[in-house]
């Protein structure tokens, strides 16, 4: 079956670690995504790429890094300069072109707590 | 910029009774409107999306929206709420063009009592 695989699910992260989350995805798109969700607010974009080897800053991305070596792969790197990285992460991906309207498709999300 | 609200941060319903969930929303565009589905500790599920063609959309499980522009407003609603819509729903819009950037309201949590 298609879809977005994110792993691991759940992960703790000790202070002054860098910890990296994994996604991957079948669906063949060529945009990718990281969100971030805190209790109580909607989902903030942290990176997003819409093509193989480029990748561009969303709204939060301080003490974050990404990398999009391969189409299927979009991992997210929590670095110690983030000082507050504990929250649920999602990542998703969609088809470009043709404009506006694509589907956006998400993954089942990584709990990230700092011990 | 675009911006969109979602007018109740919970909504509590008896099974069986309809649902009503608000949104309004904010564009210099016509824009793409999306309303998805979280159950806890998942991922979101797109429920329906609007991009321009019919004004009323249908999505999974019973949920439709209107498009009403003069109101700018894009509501979901169900006829008779059943258990498993418990979850958390969020309104969202994306630019017009080629890239799809998304916001996300704060998001409503339907409750449904038996």
């Known amino acids: 079956d298609g879809g977005i695989t994110q792993s691991p699910k759940y992960l703790f992260r000790k202070e002054g670690q860098n910890v990296t989350l994994s996604c991957e995805q079948n669906?063949?798109?060529?945009?990718m995504y990281w969100y971030r969700q805190d209790p109580g607010q909607g989902l903030r974009l942290i990176y997003y790429s819409q093509i193989v080897n480029d990748f561009q800053k969303g709204d939060i991305a301080e003490g974050y890094s990404v990398s999009r070596e391969k189409k299927e792969s979009f991992p997210l790197t929590v670095t110690s300069a983030q000082k507050n990285p504990t929250a649920f992460y999602l990542c998703a991906s969609s088809s470009t072109g043709g404009g506006s309207g694509n589907t956006i498709y998400f993954g089942e999300g990584s709990w990230l707590t700092v011990v | 910029a675009q911006s969109v609200t979602q007018l109740d941060s919970h909504v509590s319903v008896s099974e069986g009774t309809p649902v009503l969930l608000r949104c309004n929303y904010s564009?210099?565009?016509?824009?793409?409107l999306f309303w998805y589905v979280q159950h806890p500790n998942k991922g979101l599920q797109l429920l329906l999306k609007y991009t321009s063609a019919a004004t009323l959309v249908k999505g999974i499980n019973g949920f439709e929206a209107e498009f009403k522009k003069s109101e700018t407003s894009f509501h979901l609603t169900k006829p008779s709420a059943h258990m498993s819509d418990a979850a958390e729903y969020f309104c969202?819009?994306?630019?017009?063009?080629?890239?799809?950037?998304?916001?996300f309201g704060t998001g409503t949590r339907l409750l449904v009592s038996p």
């Open positions: 669906l063949n798109h060529d945009a």
């Open positions: 969202v819009v994306s630019d017009p063009g080629g890239f799809q950037k998304l916001v």
């Open positions: 564009s210099s565009y016509s824009p793409s």
